[in-house]
């Protein structure tokens, strides 16, 4: 038989076929990609915690605890002159880390013997204090957070009663965790009702807010130390943006027109964990038995699909999937609940 | 001749790449949709909100639900709709609904739910008798029926 197939062409039905295989080649391929790309983020997500969670056991090798998530500085105790503004309360736990991931020159900006609030540490035109003071904090920022805006605290100084106008401050995508708030604790069958045992929660914010890990007796390995909360410059409801829509039933910090605090100095960044139900858009908070990625108020809430990633008390750096039953969560949180769960 | 049979082969091949790549859609995960009704005093009630405990696994998966204005509640476990199968025991409460947070209990995350008006008879897996048993069939619970006094 003599051969042609120099001649011989592709037939057109030949030619339909493989462009068909390398479109469903490529509809397999794409998603892949970005799938890839995500993981990159949150493997960089996880390292930024990582060092948090170093610096957390560096720190207590210095002074032989850790810095709890509340501190108040009673006004009599301030510098003279205290706070116009009468706020006591001053930096929390990862504002404390600064000087163990590297930012020393930041942290030695600040005067810490008053409120984060204070003038003497808030940007003209409010305060005094240099503006490279409030340089963005990478470590503090998950890659996987969409790039919105970072956090004003103009309106919520406004509802305060305080000066107007924009005062943009660094924010972070990581809370120190304080305890489980009722709704969880009821979830997880605990009649404890909400509590500031979380690692880093502080009962007595003026005495109390040395922690010692001897304190932790559910183990540091069994215990979320960090955890995501990311993107708080904006409210996300399962997994959308939602500022501004269907506040109606309970007013919320959008309707409000605020946005959750996200200075990574501040106290209020420190969460009693929720359980939400997930459902009613018009009332976010509703209670339920769901914390991780539902809204980004007071849960677990990270960008990463499937879960959010936390750090635990011996500094390793965990995924807990948002299909962890609230009784484990919560057993995790508690750092003298002697529960024997683990998040495996 | 020889073009068919790389036809017919090729169209297998494409065939079998159809028939894998429709395969791969994940299942729904084993959950029963449920609809139910809650009552208190007999009159269907909004605002109660239910608790799923799983009788046999402490560790379990707590489904939850809170009811609307007619009373009728879905359940929810995590993410998804629906509750798995097997025998719960359900608690009720029912926060005062005039309870409502402040802008600064919206900052700190420090708003606690109003009074329960049930007393706190039903608020507990440790005490609750309500128990409910949901199958692969259930569709429609029995009303929930639950009192103030």
């Known amino acids: 038989m003599k051969r042609v197939s120099r001649n011989h062409g592709f037939t057109l039905v030949e030619l339909l076929v493989v462009i068909a295989i390398i479109g469903i080649l490529v509809g397999l391929l794409l998603p892949a990609v970005q799938a890839a790309r995500e993981a990159a983020r949150r493997m960089s997500c996880g390292n930024n915690m990582k060092q948090a969670g170093l610096a957390i056991h560096n720190f207590e090798s210095t002074y032989k605890y850790i810095h709890g998530s509340e501190r108040d500085i009673p006004l009599a105790e301030q510098p003279t002159p205290s706070n116009p503004y009468g706020q006591t309360a001053t930096f929390g736990t990862l504002f404390h880390l600064l000087p163990y991931i590297e930012q020393g020159t930041i942290y030695d900006m600040f005067d810490k013997k008053r409120s984060y609030v204070d003038p003497v540490n808030m940007p003209p035109a409010y305060g005094t204090i240099n503006k490279t003071a409030q340089s963005p904090i990478s470590a503090y920022i998950c890659p996987s957070t969409p790039g919105d805006p970072p956090s004003d605290y103009g309106p919520y100084f406004q509802a ?112 009693q964990i929720r359980g939400y139900s997930g459902a009613n858009l018009n009332n976010i908070i509703e209670a339920g038995c769901s914390s991780i990625n539902i809204i980004n108020e007071s849960g677990l809430y990270s960008f990463h699909p499937g879960g959010a990633q936390v750090v635990m008390g011996d500094g390793s750096v965990t995924f807990i999937s948002q299909t962890t039953s609230s009784v484990v969560l919560a057993s995790q949180i508690t750092r003298n609940g002697g529960e024997t769960t683990t998040t495996e | 001749m020889n073009m068919r049979r790389s036809l017919g082969r090729n169209g297998s091949l494409l065939g079998l790449l159809v028939l894998i790549t429709s395969l791969t859609g994940c299942g729904s995960g084993g959950l029963v949709v449920v609809e139910g009704t809650v009552k208190v005093d007999g009159a269907p009630t909004g605002g109660v909100v239910l608790m799923f405990f799983p009788k046999n696994d402490p560790n379990g998966v707590t489904a939850a639900g809170t009811s609307d204005d007619q009373g009728k509640f879905t359940l929810t476990s995590g993410l998804d709709s629906g509750v798995a199968t097997g025998k719960y025991i359900v608690t009720a409460t029912y926060p005062d609904p005039a309870v409502k947070p402040t802008a600064a209990q919206m900052m700190q995350g420090t708003f606690e739910p109003g009074p329960d008006l049930l007393k706190g008879k039903y608020s507990k897996k440790q005490t609750s008798t309500v128990e409910i048993e949901i199958t692969s069939g259930s569709k429609e619970l029995a009303p929930i029926e639950l009192k103030k006094g």
Not at chain 1, 210 to 238: H, M, P, W
Request: proline content about 4%; aromatic content about 8%.
């Open chain 1, 160 to 271: 305060n009663g305080l000066p107007l106008g924009s005062i943009v401050l660094p924010r972070t995508d990581y809370i120190p965790l304080k305890g489980i708030h009722s709704s969880l604790a009821s979830c997880a069958a605990m009649t404890t009702g909400s509590t500031k045992n979380g690692m880093l929660g502080v009962t007595n914010t003026v005495t109390g807010w040395k922690i010692k890990f001897a304190e932790v007796t559910d183990g540091l390995s069994n215990t979320i130390c960090l955890a995501e909360l990311a993107g708080k410059q904006n409210t996300y409801f399962r997994g959308k943006k939602t500022l501004g829509v269907g506040f109606t039933t309970v007013p919320t910090f959008a309707g409000f027109g605020l946005q959750l605090n996200s200075f990574y100095g501040d106290h209020n960044t420190a969460r």
